[in-house]
């Protein structure tokens, strides 16, 4: 069972595994949760090694409380440094984003000197102003402006909502239009054929980065979830390369 905490009028959900340092934190993408087959592949991992763990749900998302139209990148990124305060508290970290979780866990590493390493998965920082404004219509803006919400059709579900409220948040916590003061191991792996997320929104993000332990990864036939049995090996093949020298 998920355990549960409160932070001001909200349950979040959360899973934590002691065990050995550092603590792998799996940040979810947008509409997703932590019980997806790549936080579950990492957790199966993790417990069999005696490594510590910690997967969540953003308000919203999963076993969380709260609605997903009230949320966004500021608040999401909030509810995850959150969590990471109260069930790992002073471990050190190894950050885990996939899809919008990179994007989070790029704003978490700017806030947490005790992040040594991040393993992101087709990440999609700053892709509210990147991937999405640029494709929504005048129609699309003029029902955002009167309704707040429109909604997209996804191929992972039903019709995604879209606020303004995120459109506009998401403007306040780009991470890739300057340099990334993040100086540990990064690894990105990402597949070409990527339909969500482009798979050269990552060849910028090692750009900006300004670690020189930066590695891309790209799955020429992967999509954007890489979520395939070999996908799920080379994901932990990947996280348990640093923890085996960390």
């Known amino acids: 069972m998920a355990v549960t905490f409160r932070v001001p009028d909200m349950a979040l959900a959360y899973e934590f595994l002691d065990g050995a340092g550092p603590v792998v934190v799996f940040c979810p993408g947008f509409a997703s949760d932590m019980g997806g087959t790549k936080a579950m592949a990492l957790w199966d991992m993790c417990r069999a090694r005696g490594q510590a763990m910690l997967r969540f749900d953003y308000a919203g998302h999963g076993q969380s409380a709260g609605a997903f139209v009230d949320g966004c990148i500021g608040a999401w990124a909030a509810d995850a440094a959150h969590v ?32 040594r390493a991040m393993v992101l998965i087709a990440p999609a920082p700053d892709f509210t102003e990147r991937l999405m404004k640029p494709e929504l219509g005048a129609a699309e803006w003029a029902e955002l402006r009167t309704k707040g ?74 999509d954007h979830r890489l979520s395939r049995a070999a996908d799920l090996a080379l994901l932990c093949e990947t996280v348990g390369e640093y923890l085996a020298r960390a």
């Not at 994007?103 to 000197?113: C, E, K, N, P």
């Not at 948040?169 to 054929?193: C, Q």
């Not at 482009?198 to 332990?213: G, T």
Request: glycine fraction near 8%; charge should be negative.
């Open 149 to 222: 919400v429109i909604h997209q059709p996804s191929q992972y579900g039903p019709p995604t909502p879209l606020t303004l409220k995120l459109l506009e948040d998401g403007a306040n916590h780009l991470v890739l239009d300057a340099p990334i003061p993040f100086t540990g191991p990064v690894r990105v792996l990402h597949g070409m054929r990527d339909a969500d997320v482009p798979w050269q929104h990552s060849l910028l993000l090692a750009e900006r980065l300004m670690s020189e332990d930066v590695r891309l990864i790209f799955v020429k036939d992967g």
């Open 84 to 115: 990471v305060a109260v069930a790992a508290p002073e471990r050190e970290l190894l950050l885990v984003g996939s899809s919008m979780g990179g994007w989070i866990a790029l704003l978490l590493a700017r806030a947490l000197a005790r992040v």
